[in-house]
């Protein structure tokens, strides 16, 4: 029996991860939506996430007075395209968490903005891609930043 590493369009969200990437590395996941009731998971399309930059920055930074809940601010540029047939939206707000190996996943959103640029929180038309930022609360520097049930993952760097 031949395994595939593409999840089957009836796989749940969460039943297989996306890509683990780096700065600088792009990868493709598949959207998948389900029916009202939250059932019968279908891929309606494909994203393409790069992962332009990671920087660990202080409040003054992402201009706010608020310390950073679990500890450390980063600001995580990303460019999101459509490379798919189908619209897709994008909403990283309350789907974003963050682990490391002693600590379990946390949510990693914040309200201190979006940074600079235009917002990655859109829906994309295919073809369509937006390069901007995500302010990101993280418990330390390092670990893994997770998109909506591991559809995608970034390996933050330790510095």
């Not at 640029?117 to 994309?124: A, K, M, N, S, V």
Request: charged residues 20%; glycine residues 10%.
């Amino acid at each position: 029996m031949k395994e595939s590493a593409e999840p089957s369009p009836s796989a749940s969200a969460s039943a297989s991860a996306g890509p683990l990437l780096k700065v600088g590395q792009t990868g493709t996941y598949d959207v998948v939506e389900t029916d009202e009731y939250g059932e019968n998971p279908a891929v309606t399309t494909k994203m393409q996430v790069t992962v332009k930059s990671a920087k660990y920055v202080t409040p003054a930074d992402v201009d706010t007075t608020n310390e950073p809940e679990l500890g450390q601010y980063v600001v995580l540029t990303l460019t999101l395209k459509n490379v798919g047939s189908k619209p897709a939206d994008f909403a990283a707000y309350g789907a974003t968490t963050w682990e490391n190996k002693d600590t379990a996943a946390q949510d990693a959103t914040t309200l201190e903005g979006v940074g600079e640029g235009p917002e990655l929180d859109t829906t994309y038309k295919p073809g369509q891609s937006v390069t901007g930022s995500l302010v990101l609360d993280v418990g330390a520097k390092g670990g893994i930043v997770s998109y909506a049930d591991d559809t995608f993952r970034v390996e933050l760097p330790t510095s």
